[in-house]
């Protein structure tokens, strides 16, 4: 099991920036992956950004060059640095670790709230 504690949501302008963090009860280099899902009012969750246990990233076309998923050295907490926030951004985040080993499965965190007026 993995148990994903997610903070540093809140209220921003656009043009803004935060930075979340995901406190993960495993190291990353025992998972498959770490990153951020983001759900919107009325919209599908939506993959936001990826980070591999190789360091190989990958981001949604809609915040690439905005945002940027990375991680500590100990491999237990995750970033996601999230810069000229727009209110387009406005979502709850999740942050999810995923295992394959047994099987494939996605841990899920709580959820954080960003919220960006114009």
């Known amino acids: 099991q993995v148990q994903l504690v997610e903070s540093g949501g809140g209220a921003v302008q656009a043009g803004g920036s935060l930075i979340l963090s995901c406190a993960a009860s495993?190291?990353?280099?025992?998972?498959?992956?770490m990153g951020w899902y983001r759900q919107a009012p009325g919209k599908q969750r939506e993959l936001v950004a990826t980070l591999t246990r190789g360091d190989s990233t990958n981001y949604a076309n809609s915040v690439k060059a905005r945002f940027t998923i990375s991680r500590n050295s100990a491999g237990n907490t995750v970033y996601l640095h999230m810069n000229s926030l727009k209110p387009e951004d406005t979502a709850v985040y999740y942050c999810?670790?995923?295992?394959?080993?047994?099987?494939?499965?996605?841990?899920w965190g709580q959820g954080t709230q960003v919220t960006v007026s114009s």
């Open positions: 495993r190291s990353i280099f025992s998972l498959n992956a």
């Open positions: 999810y670790a995923q295992v394959v080993v047994p099987s494939a499965y996605d841990y």
